[in-house]
C-alpha cells in the first residue's frame, strides 16, 4: 500500500516526510488513536480516524486503539471556550465499555491492541507528574488557539486542563507510538506528543490528522450536540439520519465516509447509496436494505411500518391524547398539545385534532405522531 493510499484525506502529515522515514524501519508500525470517553456513543465522524487506521492495519501494521478512560477525568480543552464538565467514574466506565465494540465496526479486532490509559496515567506519582511538567513550558501551552483566545477574554483556565495535553502525549510515550492520528481539532495536542516522547528519549511519533466531518446542521458532528449518527445506532436510525444530510454535502460525505466521488445522477439516489453504506458498515447488506425498506415506506410514503408495536390503552373513557402521547412516545403534554394543533396526529391515517377522544376510536387503532412514531393500541385486559 502507497503512501497515498495511507494518507488518504489527510490535512496534516508531520513532519513532511517523517512517514516515509517510518516505513523505511521494515517492521510494523505502532499506529495510536486515542478516543476519550465523554459520551455513549462513537459516531461516523470519530470514523474518519478510524479509517486511517484500518488503513495502516491492511498494510501490515498494529492499530493501538487508546480508550481515554483516564484522560476523560479532566476533559480534553480541545476547540473548548469553557471548561468541559466532568462525568461521574459511572458515567465514564458505562461509556468505555462500549467504545471498543463500536471502533470495530471499522477497525479490524485482529491487529488492534486496546489500551486503556489508566494502565499507565494511573501509576503516576507526584515527582513522575513534576517530570512530566518539565517536558514543556506555560509559554508553550498558553500558545495554542483555545487558550490564547480564553486568555483574551479574561476567562478562566483550569491547571488540569493545561496539564491534559501533556498526559494524552503521555500516552504516546507510554505505548510507543510511531503515528498517531487525530481530527484537526486535535493537532497541538498530537504535536505535544512528539515533543513528550523525545524528553523521554524516544523517536517522535508522526502525527496525521483528518478532516472534522460537518453534520446536517453544517457544524462538527458531535454526540453532545445530537447531530450525529453512532457507529453502532439501528440501521434505520443510521439511515434515517443519514438522510438529512443537505445535498450539497453528499461531496464531502462521499469523500471522507465512502471515500469514493458522488456517483452521476440524481442527489436523492447518491444520498440512498450512502445511508445504505452506513448502515451496511455497522449492521450488514440485510440490514441496511431492510432500513431502506422503512425509510421508503414510513418517511417518502407516510405508510406505518410493518412491525408495529403494541402499547397498552390508559385507563378511562375519553381518552385524554397528550397523556397518552407522553406515555406512548415520551412526548411532554405541551409537545403532545402543539402536535395535535398542527394536525400530526393520526388515528389510522385520519388526522385527529380534538385533545380527548372516546375509548372505542383507539382501540386496535394505529397512532402515527409525527412522521416517524407509531404503534398499535391494545386492550389490556
Avoid at 471502533?103 to 496515567?121: G, H, M
Avoid at 517536558?135 to 487558550?147: K, S
Wanted: aromatic share 6%; net charge negative; hydrophobic share 40%.
Amino acid at each position: 500500500m502507497s503512501v497515498e493510499d495511507l494518507t488518504r484525506n489527510a490535512v496534516d502529515v508531520l513532519p513532511k516526510g517523517g512517514l516515509e522515514e517510518k516505513l523505511k524501519l521494515g517492521r510494523p508500525l505502532r499506529v495510536k488513536l486515542g478516543i476519550d470517553v465523554t459520551s455513549p456513543d462513537l459516531h461516523v465522524g470519530r470514523g474518519i480516524p478510524l479509517q486511517r487506521m484500518r488503513a495502516f492495519q491492511d498494510a501490515g501494521h498494529v492499530g493501538v486503539f487508546i480508550v481515554g478512560d483516564y484522560t476523560t477525568r479532566i476533559g480534553d480543552p480541545s476547540g473548548r471556550s469553557v471548561e468541559r464538565p466532568i462525568l461521574s467514574p459511572e458515567e465514564i466506565d458505562a461509556n468505555a465499555k462500549t467504545y471498543v465494540e463500536q471502533a470495530f465496526t471499522i477497525v479490524d479486532p485482529e491487529k488492534t491492541e486496546v489500551r486503556f490509559n489508566s494502565e499507565w496515567l494511573s501509576g503516576l506519582d507526584f515527582a513522575d507528574v513534576i517530570r512530566l511538567t518539565r517536558t514543556t513550558t506555560v509559554a508553550q501551552i498558553l500558545e495554542r488557539d483555545d487558550f490564547s483566545k480564553r486568555m483574551a477574554a479574561e476567562e478562566p483556565i483550569s491547571v488540569s486542563e493545561l496539564l491534559y495535553p501533556l498526559m494524552q502525549a503521555y500516552d504516546s510515550v507510554a505505548i510507543e507510538a510511531d503515528v498517531e492520528l487525530g481530527g484537526t481539532d486535535q493537532l497541538y495536542n498530537l504535536l505535544a506528543g512528539r515533543m513528550v516522547m523525545e524528553a523521554y528519549g524516544l523517536e517522535p511519533q508522526v502525527v496525521l490528522t483528518t478532516p472534522l466531518l460537518l453534520s446536517w446542521d453544517g457544524e462538527k458532528m458531535s454526540s453532545s450536540v445530537g447531530n450525529n449518527i453512532p457507529l453502532t445506532a439501528p440501521p434505520e436510525e443510521q439511515f434515517g439520519r443519514t438522510m438529512r444530510i443537505p445535498d450539497t454535502q453528499l461531496e464531502e460525505w462521499y469523500r471522507l465516509v465512502l471515500q469514493r466521488p458522488v456517483p452521476a445522477g440524481e442527489p436523492m439516489d447518491a444520498k440512498l447509496a450512502l445511508a445504505r453504506a452506513i448502515a451496511a458498515r455497522s449492521h450488514g447488506e440485510e440490514e441496511a436494505a431492510r432500513a431502506e425498506e422503512h425509510f421508503t415506506r414510513v418517511v417518502r410514503e407516510g405508510l406505518a411500518p410493518d412491525d408495529l408495536p403494541d402499547l397498552p390503552l390508559p385507563d378511562g373513557d375519553p381518552i385524554h391524547l397528550p397523556a397518552l402521547l407522553a406515555s406512548a412516545f415520551g412526548l411532554s403534554t405541551s409537545e403532545g398539545r402543539r402536535l395535535i394543533d398542527q394536525g400530526g396526529l393520526k388515528v389510522d391515517g385520519k388526522p385527529v385534532t380534538e385533545l380527548d377522544v372516546p375509548r372505542a376510536l383507539l382501540v386496535d387503532a394505529t397512532v402515527q405522531a409525527g412522521k416517524r412514531r407509531f404503534a398499535k393500541m391494545r386492550e389490556t385486559g
